[in-house]
């Protein structure tokens, strides 16, 4: 029809969205509801709908501008939480340092993301402090004294309470001209050479939330437990998600199965996101750090497949598990593994194999597929024909920030390429197989690390498990498996693992080679296989 597409854009009809406002519609609407805890304090929603607006007006009082980047190192607590509001509210970027990085590490970042001022808990002093003397021109430093924290020193100019002071919660916040504009600058873990800076949009934030609440039935009743770490990619968006629905935000410093029980039991805690690692803890927590409670817990997980296993023991202990994929690129989850009818009548056996698949888009990412990267054409839905997963959609990144060669490889062909191996199952699900680089090619015959450690995990005397290539001079590659013994049992030998795996898969596909101990992980609980690649190099 005429006219239609020469309509305005007007005040009344196109506000550009922008995470913020759930803040502002929960300080009003549940203004007098508990909206974080932490250890012995509570703040309603009204109370952090102001300390947010102090936070903002003191940053924009110290010289943030907009598109400023605003630093921040510090576990999951309310501080951290706010910085997710008060900063944009001020125009600033976020950029959230993940706390288990040396001092060269953070100063890469305090350099390339080039900000103007640094927010550090106590604990992390030392570090933050001899990053900040790698800066030639270092940015404004505020303390966090939490009193949660276990020792630590002060740092900076002021403490974080003192600055709140010097806002003020009447003065007017940001609102983004352009919902395209830049809210958070995430690194990526760099195994090899510097990471990488993604930077997020204030658009795809807001719907990634969106998405997160309605996925995971978020509610005003929710109570959600911060076990998985706020600086991981805006904790998958949940900082924002949460409050989208009037929520309660549990905060916990520390990732330990007696503090997680505790604080399912004694806050009623209904939902929380967690590492498939953090889901083996509890699943191997001594019966003195359990707690008994009576409601169900969902409980989503992602950053590395959860074996089968794992979910049903989850399941039997009284957790619903939905299982999520995604990157920091991506805004933490893009693909969800969706109930069905007939799921929950199906043997918990069966019910787990799918429930460990990544699924397909969540509501509001465009599209995730599996291709083929040399033809960017689908590959068959077969469960068999390994591609690429991409994505396509509102909920992906900006891009890389002064890397534009990653970039354009990061979109080529119109697609994002996560690097990662996949099926598309018959039912349109999706199956990670492996990462590009962790797939076992032994004799010109593909293997999934994913499917070793699958069948690994089953053992009852593993409790972690994670298969890499080790080089062979007959067959060019053969699987490694690394395994941690699981807690309280008889640990199995060498040759009972090898036996294991050959009696339930085919035989090339069976570790050659088992070694003991414990596995290196990641600050968010993914194991470091290039760490084990590295200590195989050259054989054993």
Request: contains cysteine.
């Amino acid at each position: 029809m005429d006219g239609m597409d020469t309509l305005p854009k007007l005040p009344a009809n196109h506000v550009p969205l922008s995470p913020v406002s759930f803040l502002k519609r929960a300080a009003q609407i549940y203004a007098n509801r508990v909206a974080v805890i932490h250890g012995r304090r509570r703040f309603t929603y009204g109370e952090m709908g102001r300390r947010c607006r102090r936070l903002a007006s003191a940053l924009v009082r110290a010289g943030v501008q907009p598109g400023d980047t605003v630093a921040i190192l510090a576990p999951n607590t309310p501080e951290m939480l706010e910085a997710h509001y008060g900063v944009p509210m001020a125009g600033g970027v976020l950029c959230t340092v993940n706390i288990r990085l040396d001092a060269p590490a953070v100063a890469f970042i305090l350099r390339h993301s080039g900000a103007k001022v640094f927010l550090v808990d106590r604990e992390w002093a030392d570090i933050a402090t001899a990053a900040l003397a790698e800066i030639p021109e270092p940015p404004l430093v505020i303390g966090i004294n939490d009193p949660e924290a276990m020792g630590g020193t002060d740092i900076g100019t002021q403490d974080y309470e003192a600055f709140l002071t010097t806002g003020d919660e009447a003065a007017p916040t940001y609102t983004p001209r352009d919902e395209w504009e830049a809210i958070s600058l995430s690194y990526t873990s760099g195994t090899t050479g510097d990471p990488k800076g993604v930077v997020a949009h204030h658009r795809g934030a807001y719907l990634n939330a969106c998405a997160n609440a309605l996925a995971f039935e978020l509610s005003p009743r929710s109570v959600y437990l911060w076990t998985l770490p706020m600086f991981h990619c805006n904790g998958w968006t949940y900082t924002w998600a949460v409050t989208l629905q009037g929520g309660t935000h549990v905060c916990l410093r520390r990732v330990e199965s007696a503090a997680i029980f505790a604080a399912i039991a004694d806050h009623g805690v209904t939902h929380m996101c967690a590492a498939p690692v953090v889901l083996t803890m509890l699943i191997h927590a001594p019966e003195d750090q359990r707690r008994a409670f009576d409601q169900q817990v969902k409980i989503a997980t992602g950053g590395a497949a959860p074996p089968s296993t794992v979910i049903a023991r989850m399941e039997a202990m009284g957790f619903a598990v939905t299982h999520l994929y995604g990157l920091t690129e991506c805004y933490g989850p893009a693909t969800i593994c969706l109930w069905q009818p007939g799921l929950d009548e199906m043997p918990l056996a069966e019910k787990s194999a799918f429930m460990a698949r990544q699924g397909v888009n969540h509501p509001l990412l465009e599209d995730a597929t599996v291709l083929d990267p040399g033809t960017m054409q689908p590959v068959p839905n077969d469960g068999e024909t390994i591609g690429e997963i991409m994505l396509r959609g509102n909920t992906v990144m900006k891009g890389y920030l002064r890397n534009p060669k990653a970039t354009d490889a990061a979109f080529a062909g119109g697609w994002f390429h996560t690097g990662d191996l996949g099926v598309t199952h018959p039912d349109g699900y999706i199956e990670v197989k492996d990462r590009a680089k962790d797939i076992v090619i032994s004799g010109g015959e593909n293997i999934s690390s994913l499917e070793v450690e699958e069948v690994l995990y089953a053992h009852p005397a593993i409790m972690e498990a994670a298969v890499v290539a080790e080089p062979d001079e007959k067959w060019g590659e053969v699987p490694h498996a690394f395994v941690t013994p699981a807690p309280g049992v008889t640990p199995p030998t060498e040759a009972e693992v090898i036996a294991w795996c050959r009696g339930r898969m085919a035989h090339f596909k069976a570790p050659k080679r088992v070694t003991f101990g414990p596995l290196p992980k990641t600050s968010t609980g993914k194991i470091q296989k290039f760490e084990l690649r590295q200590r195989l190099q050259g054989g054993s």
